[in-house]
């Protein structure tokens, strides 16, 4: 039973250029969760995710950031014009249904030269 | 909004001492409670969670308080060993959503 996915591992942009993180959930999960995580610092909710809606968006900048979980394929957290403080380690979550436990993926780790 | 903070930001022991980490929240409606473990360069691991209506939890060495009148909450773990070193995050969440908010984070050093 494979459990959240992510890819890529790591991704390096120059400013300017636009980054795509993808985040499959758990076989049975339908809520996917994205965080930002910077060195020495805790998760910072981003967006709430179910298929094909936003539930939560209120963590996610106002510019340059979007998110999307189409019906098919893995769920997307795109930043355009990369900066250099977009660089940090972006993880995804899932959850089933209404059950509050949330699994991790490995976390796509940004950095922005 | 929610504010959960959380102490000690480090915590260093002797292999078979207990770790206590302790984790207090703003918001009267939080209801679950998860805690994390997050080893260097790797993912946030659930390792144990408690919903508001349980005062306590326990799941072999690790163990879960909570107090919803002084809405604080702690961790404890017991004959720590070098494996249990790593970050450990608490979080406090609402039904609903369940979007938790993040204490900051303890690193926990367990010398053997």
């Known amino acids: 039973n494979a459990g959240v996915m992510q890819n890529p591992r790591h991704l390096v942009r120059r400013r300017g250029q636009e980054a795509r993180l993808r985040c499959s959930p758990m076989?049975?999960?339908?809520?996917v969760y994205w965080y930002r995580q910077l060195p020495e610092e805790g998760l910072k909710f981003m967006v709430y995710?179910?298929?094909?809606?936003?539930?939560?968006e209120s963590g996610m900048p106002k510019e340059r950031f979007s998110a999307e979980f189409p019906k098919e394929g893995p769920s997307i957290l795109r930043i355009q014009q990369v900066v250099r403080g977009d660089s940090a380690a972006y993880f995804c979550?899932?959850?089933?249904?209404?059950?509050?436990?949330?699994?991790f993926g490995p976390g796509t780790r940004l950095t922005v030269t | 909004g929610e504010n959960v903070e959380q102490h000690p930001s480090t915590l260093s022991v002797q292999e078979g001492d207990s770790a206590v980490i302790k984790c207090t929240y703003s918001?009267?409606?939080?209801?679950?409670f998860p805690w994390y473990k997050q080893e260097l360069g790797k993912r946030p691991q659930l390792i144990i969670d408690i919903r508001s209506n349980v005062g306590e939890k326990k799941d072999q060495r690790i163990a879960v308080t909570l107090n919803k009148t002084a809405k604080h909450f702690s961790l404890h773990i017991t004959e720590t060993q070098p494996e249990d070193s790593a970050v450990y995050f608490c979080a406090a969440a609402s039904g609903g959503s369940y979007i938790p908010t993040f204490g900051r984070g303890t690193s926990l050093i367990v010398h053997p």
């Open positions: 995710l179910q298929k094909e809606n936003i539930i939560d």
């Open positions: 979550a899932s959850s089933q249904g209404q059950r509050p436990e949330q699994y």
């Open positions: 918001d009267s409606a939080s209801n679950y």
């Open positions: 076989k049975g999960h339908s809520h």
